[in-house]
């Protein structure tokens, strides 16, 4: 046993030791429950940290996602616009369950019940939310200019959601303000849980705190955001003059969907490499 004293310090007054046994002990048990709370995502293979189960973030959704619909003005089907959203996320969600099915993954999409609605609003965004629950706003589209580029985009917001970025991140803030979640204890209902899902999932610019996603999460929404888009028909080269036309929409005021979803240099970078592999997937529909 190793009780050579690393530091001393003092608290109230009395004398406190940390030793070497105590920070081993610490490490152990940090590591024990994040190795429990840690499953690897189907899709990246990267291990996540998850403490709240993905049935209890997609029932969170559906209230959310439901509340969204009520108060916002859905674009109607039989529109040109609110067609061509259902149609490419349609696309995207087929070549996602193609993409598990190949690995022989067939059950990681339990649970998913796709929605995909245009939403009226000058906001310049998309989301997906667990369970397959999408908005597109129609302030997007001037920017998307055609079905491909809304396919980039789709296939982006749709890989946070696939690939647990959300849950992930739920999970990191849980654990940062250090709220107990227990087994099956219904999130939806905890008014802290509620918090952190909206600022997490921000369905509107009006979210005061917006938790942006980490670069690691956009580097993956990206890869297999291309991916899903090329298997699905659409050529994943429109992303390189989609994320151009995103980065000249900076300036003064740009739109909240920039603020999580840098379009610099850097981003664009990183597509033109990862474009030899998305095109392998890519078969142009006839
Ligand atoms: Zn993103």
Partial sequence: MNRKVI??????????EITVNKVLLIISVVGFTAMLSCH?????????????????VQSMAL????????????VPVNDNNGEMVKRVGTRIA?????????????NALDGYKWEFNLVESKEVNAWCMPGGKVVVYTGLLPITQNETALAIVLGHEITH????HGRERMSQQLLAQGI???????????????????????????VAVLLPYSR?????????GLIFAAMAGYDPREAVPFWQRMAAMG????????????????????????????????????
């Fill in 251 to 286: 300036g003064a005021k740009p739109p909240v969907f920039l603020s999580d979803h840098p379009a610099d240099a850097d981003r664009i970078n990183k597509l033109q490499e990862l474009m030899p592999e998305a095109l392998k997937y890519y078969k142009p529909t006839p």
């Fill in 63 to 74: 209230t959310q996602y439901q509340h969204f619909l009520t108060t916002n003005k859905v």
């Fill in 216 to 224: 690691k999460h956009e580097y993956e929404a990206d890869h297999y």
């Fill in 7 to 16: 530091q001393n310090f003092y608290l109230y007054g009395a004398k406190h």
């Fill in 94 to 106: 087929n070549a996602i369950s193609r993409y598990y099915q190949n690995q022989g993954l067939t």
């Fill in 180 to 206: 107990q979640v227990a087994g099956d204890v219904a999130l939806g209902s905890n008014p802290a849980t509620v918090g952190i899902f909206d600022q997490v999932y921000a369905p509107t610019a009006q």
């Fill in 40 to 56: 690897r995502n189907p899709i990246t293979g990267r291990k996540q940290l998850t403490l709240v189960s993905e049935k209890e």
């Fill in 161 to 164: 959601a696939v690939a647990g």
